[in-house]
T-cell receptor, first 117, second 112 residues
């Protein structure tokens, strides 16, 4: 079974340019997460989707970040315009959550390492 | 709010040495606790978990016990190998927020 797929793996851009990251979760996983991981830190949740609905985007900087999961499968995270401080690893994860919000395992992709110059 | 505190790294050990990585947490309610491992260039992988007090999670020779009285979930392994070199993250999950809260990670380096 394929794991969570992310692309690109690496991206280098100039500041003020736009950038987009793509994630394809594990087949059948209804919940999708985007995390931000700064160097030397643990991942921090940006947004969580249940199917195509964003149910927690409280940590997403909405002035420059946007995300979508139009058909409840793959997802795109966009930054426009990028700033120097956005340099980090962007992780996607998915899980198959049952009703009741049990602690179902999240499966992580390899991440996209963004460098903003 | 919820938080996880891990011992700072890097932790450098010789092969076959005993490993302890400390993890304590602060949470409302009754969280589930996890250890994730991140090998170089790869995504996080679940190593083990415990969902209630006194539960012991174990996998690949690693163990951690959910201690509610000390709010801790320390990771241990009796004999580490070079292949265990990675970054280890302690995390908690609460159903109310339905999200994982991670510690800052502890880098482990195992040398021959």
């Amino acid at each position: 079974e394929a794991g969570v797929v992310q692309s690109p793996r690496y991206k280098i851009i100039e500041k003020k340019q736009p950038v987009a990251f793509w994630c394809n979760p594990i087949s059948g996983h209804n919940t999708l997460y985007w995390y931000l991981q700064n160097l030397g830190q643990g991942p921090e949740l940006l947004i969580r989707y249940e199917n195509e609905e964003a149910v927690d985007d409280s940590q997403l900087p909405k002035d420059r970040f946007s995300a979508e999961r139009l058909k409840g499968v793959d997802s795109t995270l966009k930054i426009q315009p990028a700033e120097l401080g956005d340099s980090a690893v962007y992780l996607c994860a998915s899980s198959k959550n049952n009703a009741g919000g049990a602690s179902n395992e999240q499966f992580f992709g390899p991440g996209t390492r963004l460098t903003v110059l | 709010g919820n938080s996880v505190t891990q011992m700072e790294g890097p932790v450098t050990l010789s092969e076959e040495a005993f490993l302890t990585i400390n993890c304590t947490y602060t949470a409302t309610g009754y969280p589930s606790l996890f250890w994730y491992v991140q090998y170089p260039g790869e995504g996080l992988q679940l190593l083990l978990k415990a969902t209630k007090a006194d539960d012991k999670g174990s996998n690949k020779g690693f163990e951690a016990t959910y201690r509610k009285e000390t709010t801790s979930f320390h990771l241990e392994k009796g004999s580490v190998q070079v292949s265990d070199s990675a970054v280890y993250f302690c995390a908690l999950f609460t159903g109310g927020g339905n999200k994982l809260t991670f510690g800052t990670g502890t880098q482990l380096k195992v040398e021959l």
